[in-house]
């Protein structure tokens, strides 16, 4: 007997039709904005992961050395490996340039319900503008990926990381000689109780601490106008009421808190939240972010968002969604070994016309076929026996209601389609 490695799944046939299903809405939403899929490897380069983050990533990354002597790592997340092709491959691409992936990626983080060492993002980049119109397209993308899948409650909160470094520097920069990392480390975590402590150690005054908390706790325009001067609010504000008024996303929230975790996101950071999921409610995060001229390219602008598709699944079960089911509509049961080969040939015609079609494949006997197509959810059986075969006939039984009829083999097609 082996186990699963920690953190990973298997997946049944019912949770992978959840899956393609899902997947399948997610997709369609995704192209129907303009967007193409593109695809990279599950390994990189160690050095793409840590340019940017530094070493200290090592430690959430699954990474090896190969036989080669090569550092490398499975992806945790796939904006650095889509800016890695974007510098090497489509830097002439017309702009906007478009992407979008769905991949699994791999973190060594503490599996939880929600949270696992490998899971599956969906992710669109969006590159060469960053107008209000651009931005706000995103994140109604964003929502409406999530939206059209069928789940019902999910909010956008959309947060500022220029107003959040602003602040840093007017109200604690001279206390914290090493930089805003300490603090938007423990923002992203929510973990205020540790935040007023450092404040209290570090010997920030009163008045400074109250701004700063003050700010983060800003929920609307006006509150913010109270930090952030009034031109550098015109930006944020107008893509707020694109998406308001234009997009008609009531939704959103203001929210100054989003830190993002990672380490490349500037300007505007925005996550959706699905809140029936407790603990791990994010279901996307994105913004912008400065990468490509890291990585060696012509400076652009560069904003995008990666969607956990697991959580999404996982949302959508626990709002009771009723996924769609895809039960065979026809089981065939040869009633002897002489009528198989003609029970193949049905088989393969119904198949030709897009009929989910099961066979027996045991030989066994009428009861105990009718049983398995019972327990499969089939909703016709088809009984091929030598007796109607000589007529040109067949026996069709429908599940439901228990009817059976004779029906002439020309007129099987016909039967099961207007059925
Ligand atoms: P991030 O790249 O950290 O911004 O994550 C984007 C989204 O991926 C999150 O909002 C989650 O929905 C999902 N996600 C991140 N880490 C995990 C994980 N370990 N297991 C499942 N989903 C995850």
Same mark, same amino acid.
């Given at each position: 007997?082996?186990?699963?490695?920690?953190?990973?799944?298997?997946?049944?046939?019912?949770?992978?039709?959840?899956?393609?299903?899902?997947?399948?809405?997610?997709?369609?939403?995704?192209?129907?904005?303009?967007?193409?899929?593109?695809?990279?490897?599950?390994?990189?380069?160690?050095?793409?992961?840590?340019?940017?983050?530094?070493?200290?990533?090592?430690?959430?990354?699954?990474?090896?050395?190969?036989?080669?002597?090569?550092?490398?790592?499975?992806?945790?997340?796939?904006?650095?490996?889509?800016?890695?092709?974007?510098?090497?491959?489509?830097?002439?691409?017309?702009?906007?340039?478009?992407?979008?992936?769905?991949?699994?990626?791999?973190?060594?983080?503490?599996?939880?319900?929600?949270?696992?060492?490998?899971?599956?993002?969906?992710?669109?980049?969006?590159?060469?503008?960053?107008?209000?119109?651009?931005?706000?397209?995103?994140?109604?993308?964003?929502?409406?990926?999530?939206?059209?899948?069928?789940?019902?409650?999910?909010?956008?909160?959309?947060?500022?990381? &220029?107003?959040?470094?602003?602040?840093?520097?007017?109200?604690?920069?001279?206390?914290?000689?090493?930089?805003?990392?300490?603090?938007?480390?423990?923002?992203?975590?929510? &973990?205020?109780?540790?935040?007023?402590?450092?404040?209290?150690?570090?010997?920030?005054?009163?008045?400074?601490?109250?701004?700063?908390?003050?700010?983060?706790?800003?929920?609307?325009?006006?509150?913010?106008?109270?930090?952030?001067?009034?031109?550098?609010?015109?930006?944020?504000?107008?893509?707020?009421?694109?998406?308001?008024?234009?997009?008609?996303?009531?939704?959103?929230?203001?929210?100054?808190?989003?830190?993002?975790?990672? &380490?490349?996101?500037?300007?505007?950071?925005?996550?959706?939240?699905?809140?029936?999921?407790?603990?791990?409610?994010?279901?996307?995060?994105?913004?912008?972010?400065?990468?490509?001229?890291?990585?060696?390219?012509?400076?652009?602008?560069?904003?995008?968002?990666?969607?956990?598709?697991?959580?999404?699944?996982?949302?959508?079960?626990?709002?009771?969604?009723?996924?769609?089911?895809?039960?065979?509509?026809?089981?065939?049961?040869?009633?002897?070994?002489?009528?198989?080969?003609?029970?193949?040939?049905?088989?393969?015609?119904?198949?030709?016309?897009?009929?989910?079609?099961?066979?027996?494949?045991?030989?066994?006997?009428?009861?105990?076929?009718?049983?398995?197509?019972?327990?499969?959810?089939?909703?016709?059986?088809?009984?091929?026996?030598?007796?109607?075969?000589?007529?040109?006939?067949?026996?069709?039984?429908?599940?439901?209601?228990?009817?059976?009829?004779?029906?002439?083999?020309?007129?099987?097609?016909?039967?099961?389609?207007?059925?």
């Amino acid at each position: 007997m082996f186990n699963l490695p920690r953190g990973t799944r298997d997946f049944t046939p019912e949770e992978m039709e959840k899956r393609r299903y899902v997947e399948h809405h997610m997709a369609s939403t995704i192209k129907s904005f303009g967007y193409r899929e593109i695809q990279t490897p599950t390994f990189e380069t160690l050095e793409l992961f840590t340019a940017k983050s530094g070493d200290a990533i090592i430690d959430e990354l699954y990474s090896f050395k190969d036989k080669g002597g090569r550092d490398l790592a499975l992806r945790p997340e796939l904006t650095a490996p889509v800016m890695r092709f974007y510098v090497e491959k489509l830097q002439m691409e017309p702009k906007p340039l478009k992407l979008f992936y769905f991949g699994n990626c791999f973190r060594y983080d503490r599996p939880q319900k929600g949270r696992y060492r490998e899971f599956q993002q969906m992710g669109c980049e969006l590159i060469g503008t960053s107008t209000t119109e651009a931005l706000a397209e995103l994140i109604a993308l964003a929502y409406y990926a999530i939206k059209n899948t069928g789940l019902k409650n999910i909010d956008i909160r959309i947060g500022n990381l &220029d107003f959040l470094n602003q602040q840093f520097k007017t109200c604690l920069s001279e206390y914290y000689p090493a930089g805003a990392n300490e603090v938007f480390r423990l923002i992203d975590k929510e &973990d205020f109780n540790e935040l007023h402590n450092q404040f209290d150690n570090y010997g920030i005054p009163e008045e400074k601490q109250k701004k700063f908390l003050g700010f983060l706790g800003s929920n609307n325009i006006n509150d913010l106008k109270k930090y952030i001067q009034v031109k550098d609010l015109k930006r944020y504000e107008e893509i707020i009421s694109i998406l308001k008024n234009d997009y008609g996303i009531s939704k959103i929230k203001i929210e100054m808190k989003i830190a993002r975790g990672l &380490d490349y996101y500037k300007g505007l950071v925005f996550e959706i939240d699905a809140p029936i999921l407790g603990a791990e409610k994010q279901l996307c995060g994105g913004g912008e972010y400065d990468l490509v001229e890291q990585f060696g390219g012509t400076d652009v602008s560069t904003s995008g968002f990666a969607l956990g598709f697991d959580r999404t699944i996982l949302a959508l079960e626990t709002e009771n969604y009723t996924f769609p089911s895809y039960d065979i509509e026809v089981y065939i049961i040869p009633v002897n070994e002489t009528t198989i080969r003609k029970s193949i040939e049905i088989a393969k015609n119904l198949r030709k016309e897009g009929i989910l079609t099961d066979m027996d494949l045991l030989r066994r006997g009428i009861g105990k076929s009718l049983k398995y197509a019972n327990s499969k959810n089939a909703k016709k059986v088809i009984i091929i026996g030598p007796e109607e075969l000589e007529k040109n006939s067949v026996v069709v039984k429908d599940m439901k209601s228990g009817e059976q009829e004779i029906i002439k083999i020309s007129n099987l097609i016909n039967k099961l389609k207007n059925n």
